[in-house]
């Protein structure tokens, strides 16, 4: 399914802090926010997600015309949850549960109220923990892992939940440097087989150019420029970012993006 957002406004206690915002995300494909600290990027996921005042509309639209639109603005939490996959950059887990049961609650939104998940759930979220390479910290218990560990465990628990929408606040915030390629990898692959959209807020530019369909730069609540990785030139790419963050430069070699800090003579 893909995403329109229109005119979509969120904030806190009546201070918006995105104003008016529209994008597409088309099905299939990992949109990355980016922009300074403090721009909305993180207000905007949680707007989306229901958590914070928002106004404006979201909806997913499918691919097959005889199905129904989804206006997510409408739904209340538990059903929106059955669209929405909502990874924070902390997992708000504090007692002590094992990953297994962590990746376990994925299922809750489809499950009738007071249900235990049953053998098959229990199957697939093991699967799941293999996927993100987490198979031998099953039985763990979750407050003993690394900030990383729970990363991929929460993870985990969105792959099982098979959401159309997944969101993801700074996934690679907790984790060294292989196991940062390693989650991005996944989710590319996961969105991009199963026909699903995804939306990450990330800082580290050359990872979003390089990992990333398009990049919606951000600046002051509102929506800068949209940047294309793949088809757009390096020049223009680099003028768009320069715009936001200073003189930057793009270059593109062997299929990747690398950005770097340039003098004000070099753009």
Known sequence: MDLKVTDFSAGYNYNMVVNNISFFLPSGTLTALVG?????KTTLLKGLCHLI???GTAILHPGQKQLPEVDLSRYPSRKLARYISYIPQRSGIHIPLRALDVVLMGFQPFLPLLS??????????LTALACVGMEDCTFA????LSEGQKQLC???RALVQNTQLLLFDEPDSA??????HKILHTIRQTLCHKQKTGLLVLHDLSIALDYCDQLILMKDGGLAALLYPQTEP???L?????GVYGPVRVFRRDGHCFLLPCPVTDI
Do not use: M, Y
């Open 238 to 242: 680099s003028r768009k970012l320069s």
């Open 141 to 144: 218990d979750f407050q003993t």
């Open 36 to 40: 300074p600290n403090g721009c909305g």
């Open 175 to 180: 984790l060294d440097f292989p196991n940062r």
């Open 53 to 55: 005042p928002h106004t």
């Open 234 to 236: 390096p020049e223009e």
């Open 116 to 125: 235990s998940p049953g053998k098959t759930h229990i199957r697939k979220a």
């Open 154 to 156: 929460v993870l985990a």
